[in-house]
């Protein structure tokens, strides 16, 4: 249980394009989903963090208007990558809870952005 | 704030060989701690979890850490290295307060040779 998927698990797309990335909880509904951006050997830095039904909560420095996020249901939501660049190009991870306090989060397998 | 600092960005062990990644943390209240497993281009799998119970956790694939507040530590530990052991680890704290948010540390991958 608790499996949590991708889509696409890899994207190329040209510049000035959007990308959209989607994230399902597959065996549980999600009250929660967050979504990281890990690049070539460091950490997960947390992008935004959504609440199914609700705006998401963007960390600082994180723009808004260029990574959309939408949670419309409890087992999906989806990350748009807007007028992409190859800066963008990142392996993007999304994970899922079902709950609040400390519960563990359940971690997509990522998508790779290559932005050309 | 509470934050987690991996000592170590690369760990070299041989096959058979004691495996230790350090973990330590800052927080101002109880902690609840986890540690991550990454295998190349995958999302992330939790090895194990601290939260306010025993202070020797143990996960899965043999691995084990001890909570020890004294030391603000949170080491992981595998007695016997295995080749299928290497990977980038992440330590990571929940943040309280909000959202159900993790902090992770810089990782730390475990190279294992034979």
């Known amino acids: 249980g608790a499996v949590v998927s991708q889509h696409p698990s890899w994207v190329i797309c040209k510049s000035g394009t959007s990308v959209k990335i989607e994230c399902r909880s597959l065996?549980?509904?999600?009250?929660?989903m967050f979504w990281y951006r890990q690049f070539p050997k460091q950490s997960l830095m947390l992008m935004a963090t959504?609440?199914?039904?609700?705006?998401?909560?963007?960390e600082q420095g994180v723009e808004k208007d260029k990574f959309l996020i939408n949670h419309a249901s409890l087992t999906l939501s989806t990350l748009t990558v807007t007028s992409a660049h190859p800066e963008d190009s990142s392996f993007y991870i999304c994970s899922a809870s079902a709950g609040g306090g400390p519960r563990e989060q359940f971690f997509g397998p990522g998508t790779r952005l290559t932005v050309l | 704030a509470q934050s987690v600092t991996q000592l170590g960005s690369h760990v070299s062990v041989s096959e058979g060989a004691l495996v230790l990644l350090r973990c330590n943390y800052s927080?101002?209240?109880?902690?609840?701690l986890f540690w991550y497993v990454q295998y190349p281009n995958q999302g992330l799998q939790l090895l194990l979890k601290y939260t306010s119970a025993a202070t020797l956790v143990k996960g899965i694939n043999g691995f084990e850490a001890e909570f020890k507040k004294s030391e603000t530590s949170f080491h992981l530990t595998k007695p016997s290295a295995h080749m299928s052991d290497a990977a980038e680890y992440f330590c990571a704290v929940y943040v309280s307060g909000g959202y159900n948010k993790l902090i992770f540390g810089a990782g730390t991958r475990l190279a294992v040779h034979p």
């Open positions: 927080s101002s209240v109880p902690p609840y």
């Open positions: 065996d549980f509904q999600a009250t929660t």
């Open positions: 959504s609440n199914e039904g609700s705006k998401a909560t963007y």
